[in-house]
C-alpha cells in the first residue's frame, strides 16, 4: 500500500444547514487522504499506480464547486465515492472538510468532519 495526501485545498462552495449558506456560499478548506491497493507505483514508476495530485485536486474542486451539500459529511463522502470510482487502485479515501464561518455562537476556528470511504 502506498499512502498520498493533498492539503489544505481551499475552495469557495455553498453548502451549510441555512438556505442562507447554500445560497451566498463561503471558504472551504479541504483534505484528501488516499490509500492505494498496493504499492505497485514503487516499482513501475508509473503515475496511473500511484496518485494524480492534480486528478485529485480537480475532482474535489469540481465536487466542491459544483454541488450543494446540507452537511459536511455528505460532501466528503461524496468525494471519496467519486475518486474510488474513478481509481479502482485505491483502496480507501479519507476527506477532512474545515469549516470556518459557522453559525454557533462563541468563539472557534472552524468546525472539521472526516470520512473515510473503502472501496468495496
Same mark, same amino acid.
Given at each position: 500500500?502506498?499512502?498520498?495526501?493533498?492539503?489544505?485545498?481551499?475552495?469557495?462552495?455553498?453548502? !451549510?444547514v441555512y438556505e442562507y449558506e447554500r445560497e451566498?456560499?463561503?471558504?472551504?478548506? @479541504?483534505?484528501?487522504?488516499?490509500? /492505494?491497493?498496493? #504499492?505497485?507505483?514503487?516499482?513501475?514508476?508509473? @503515475?496511473? #499506480?500511484?496518485?494524480?495530485? =492534480?486528478?485529485? &485536486?480537480? *475532482?474535489? $474542486? #469540481?465536487?466542491?464547486?459544483?454541488?450543494?451539500? /446540507?452537511? +459536511?459529511? =455528505? +460532501? !466528503?463522502?461524496?468525494? !471519496? #465515492?467519486?475518486? +474510488?470510482? $474513478? &481509481?479502482?487502485?485505491? =483502496?480507501?479515501? /479519507?476527506?477532512?472538510?474545515?469549516?470556518?464561518? *459557522?453559525? @454557533?455562537?462563541?468563539?472557534?476556528?472552524?468546525?472539521?468532519?472526516?470520512? /473515510?470511504?473503502?472501496?468495496?
Amino acid at each position: 500500500m502506498a499512502k498520498a495526501s493533498i492539503k489544505n485545498m481551499m475552495f469557495y462552495g455553498f453548502h !451549510g444547514v441555512y438556505e442562507y449558506e447554500r445560497e451566498q456560499g463561503q471558504k472551504f478548506y @479541504i483534505d484528501v487522504e488516499v490509500e /492505494t491497493k498496493d #504499492d505497485k507505483v514503487v516499482e513501475t514508476d508509473k @503515475i496511473e #499506480d500511484g496518485v494524480d495530485m =492534480a486528478a485529485i &485536486y480537480d *475532482v474535489v $474542486k #469540481d465536487v466542491t464547486e459544483n454541488k450543494r451539500f /446540507t452537511m +459536511l459529511a =455528505a +460532501l !466528503g463522502g461524496h468525494i !471519496g #465515492d467519486r475518486l +474510488l470510482k $474513478k &481509481y479502482p487502485h485505491f =483502496a480507501a479515501v /479519507t476527506t477532512t472538510i474545515r469549516k470556518p464561518n *459557522v453559525p @454557533i455562537s462563541g468563539s472557534l476556528d472552524y468546525v472539521e468532519v472526516a470520512v /473515510t470511504r473503502r472501496a468495496e
